[in-house]
Each structure stands twice: as C-alpha cells, then as structure tokens.
C-alpha cells in the first residue's frame, strides 16, 4: 500500500498508462489508421520514379511467378530500399520464412544483413525528410493499371505484428478499392498516409478508375520518432476525440 | 446456385457414374475422360455436396478425379483438398482384413472406390472464403 492507502500496482498504472506503439499495432488488431505524415507534393516526377517495367513477383521469386496469374491481374511494384545483397537476402528468408510477406521478411533481417537504397533519387529525399534510413526496412511502389485486381489474400507475418504497412496513395483515382473483409474499404483519397494491417483481415484490391494506381509502400521501425508521433495522434482522433 | 466441377475419369469399358446431390436437389451423370459438369442447385445456408461414386467396378477398375469446383462461379482452388471420402467398402474384402481400414480419407479428389465425396458448403460461397482466412493459423 501507498501512503494513499492505494496498492501500488493501481497507482503507477494510472498515473503511469499512456499510449503504447506496441500495443496499439500489435495487439490491438486494428485494420488501419490514417496517418498525418506529410511527404509533400507528389510531382509527375516522382510518379514516374515510381512506375516500374521489372517484375515485382519474379524479382521475389514467389512460387507462382505469373503477374497474370487468375488470382493478380497487372499487378506490380518497384523496390527502392531493402537488403543490398538481395540474392542472399531471398535465399535466407526463402528457406525460412516462405509464407511471410515481403514486408515481414524485410524486418525479420534488418539487424542481420546490410540495407540502403538500391538508387539516388528524389523518393529518397522526400522520406528521409520524416524516416531515417536507420528506421527503414523497404521501400517500394505498387503500380496497378487500370481494371487491375489482387484477390482476396491475408497475409502472414513473422512477429504477430498488425499495423505495419505505411501506405501512401501517391495516384488514387476515383473508383479505386482497397477491402478489409468486414471492415469495408479503406476510405483512401489520393495523397493520403494510411498505417495498414495487411496480416489479420483477408483483403483485395481493385483499380476501377481509368487511370494506374500507384502507391508507396514504406515499413519501417513504427517507434521512429514522427512515425509514433502521427500513430499517437491518428489514435487519439479515433478514439479520444468527440 | 451454379455448381460446376470438372472432372477426369479412367475407364475401360465402364464409364464411371456419380450422383451429385446437396440437401435438396439431385443430378446423375456419367463421366468421360474429361468432363464439366454444371448444374443448378437449391443449396441451403449450411449443406453439404456429395459425389456419389455409384458404379465401381474391380474389374474395369474405373476411376473418378475431382479437378475443380466451382460454386456460385467462385472457383473453390485448394479449398477442394478439404472434401472428405467415404468409401463403401466391399463387405467380403472387409471381413479378410486384420487392420480395418480407414473410415475416410482427405485430402482425397480421386475416387478408387465406391462411396462418397463430401464437401461442407456455408452461403454465401465468398463469405466463407473469407472466413477461412480468417480463421487460418498459420
């Protein structure tokens, strides 16, 4: 017991309780949180940056390696920041973490293997202006034509994390569709930052606009400073403010 | 409801026959090497669709492969593997036996015996794709 008579246990836990990044994305479950994070102005320049003629799949390796497989119609992407031994990085995470998403693997191996920019360029500038390159684990885009889909899929995690993909709409036309089975679709406009959890819902995702949808894809060390910051701020407009 | 499944066959005289029913509706077909199967049916909330291997025979050593279902147009994929067969035994062959053999079999799309292919379906079919998600392990 405390002076006040009250057990102690009580006393840190409500004078001590604030909020929590592990908690929040971990435990929590939350299927997203829309950040504040400002990259600025995504010019015609970055976009094209951002557009890509590689492979995302075959650069991955997965099994079915098909970007026209029935279940991914035009979908692709374009790595920026990620292991700089990409081979050794995909044999190691390819015999041990085969059913975990690209996301997963990336930060499964931030602290074993060397990581940086794969080139010099203007995206570059523009996240390291809000997220340190220490505080990264992948950078890349995602590019999805119009009428271009990904079926529903869950995605699967090596450490049980639930918000971790930080999503920025850079090109979002009207009718585009991102579902969270039970949750409705993520209400993206263009230009927004959303926190994702790719790894509890089963989700999809459909352009039905008439023109490419193209978003970056950051995950990155949630606990980096303006990253909690906007994470704490998108929570208590959730779920403190009326 | 749509339900569509393809279906392989080996036989050398006699062509496989199989009885596809749920809970309230019924079909009979017989099976070439190769053949789509699509028929309407009534399907409740929670049914079951049954194959019906009805005309084995150990001497022509007839066989029936379930490749694909489709309900309600949705391509069920790797859920097919969670279908379960039932065999009927051959009450002589069962009687020599010394080890009984299994009750059921899955993943099994490869009816060798007569008997019964069973395959749990909730409405609707997306939803409970979903769910399965949802409810994955791994």
């Known amino acids: 017991m405390t002076k006040d008579r009250m057990p102690k246990l009580l006393q840190d836990a409500i004078e001590q309780n604030s909020y929590d990044v592990d908690v929040i994305t971990k435990n ?94 203007s995206i570059k500038t523009k996240i390291n202006k809000l997220i340190p390159d220490s505080d990264l684990n992948l950078v890349n885009s995602y590019i999805l034509p119009s009428g271009g889909y ?42 927004d930052v959303f926190l994702v959890n790719n790894y509890t819902l089963p989700h999809w995702v459909f352009n039905g606009s008439d023109r490419e949808r193209i978003v970056l894809d950051i995950s990155a060390n949630l606990h980096s400073d303006k990253i909690k910051e906007s994470i704490f701020k998108a929570f208590r407009k959730g779920f403190y403010e009326r | 409801m749509k339900i569509e499944i393809k279906f392989r066959s080996i036989f050398k005289k ?13 079909h009979t077909i017989e099976i070439d090497k190769q053949q789509t199967f699509i028929g309407q049916f009534d399907i409740a909330h929670k049914d079951t669709l049954n194959i019906e291997f009805t005309n084995k025979d150990g001497v022509d050593d007839n066989v029936v492969h379930i490749d694909e279902l489709h309900i309600d147009e949705i391509n069920l994929q790797h859920y097919i593997y969670e279908g379960e067969f039932f065999p009927e035994y051959d009450s ?18 490869e009816l060798r015996l007569k008997g019964i292919w069973k395959f749990s379906i909730i409405t609707p079919i997306w939803k409970m794709i979903m769910e399965k998600w949802l409810n994955d392990k791994r």
Not at chain 1, 38 to 50: Q, R
Not at chain 1, 159 to 167: E, F, S, T, V
Not at chain 1, 178 to 188: A, S
């Open chain 1, 150 to 191: 990904v079926f529903p899929h869950r995605d699967y995690a090596i450490d049980n994390i639930g918000l971790a993909k930080i999503y920025v709409a850079v090109r979002w036309g009207e009718g585009n569709v991102f579902g969270q089975y039970g949750c409705g679709n993520i209400p993206v406009k263009e230009g």
């Open chain 2, 92 to 109: 002589k062959w069962l009687e020599q036996q010394t080890t009984a053999p299994p009750e059921s079999y899955k993943p099994c799309t």
């Open chain 2, 14 to 26: 006699i062509k496989p026959i199989c009885r596809i029913y749920t809970k309230n509706d019924s």
């Open chain 1, 28 to 121: 929590l479950k939350l299927p997203w949180l829309k950040l504040d994070l400002d990259f600025g102005e995504w010019t015609e320049e970055h976009v094209s940056f951002l557009q890509s003629n590689d492979d995302w799949r075959k650069k991955w390796k997965f099994p079915d390696s098909d970007k026209n497989s029935y279940q991914v119609k035009n979908w692709n992407g374009k790595l920026f920041f990620g292991p700089t031994d990409f081979d050794k990085f995909l044999k190691l995470s390819g015999q041990n973490e085969h059913d975990h998403d690209e996301d997963s693997k990336c930060r499964r191996y931030r602290d074993q293997l060397d990581y940086g920019w794969y080139s010099d360029n």
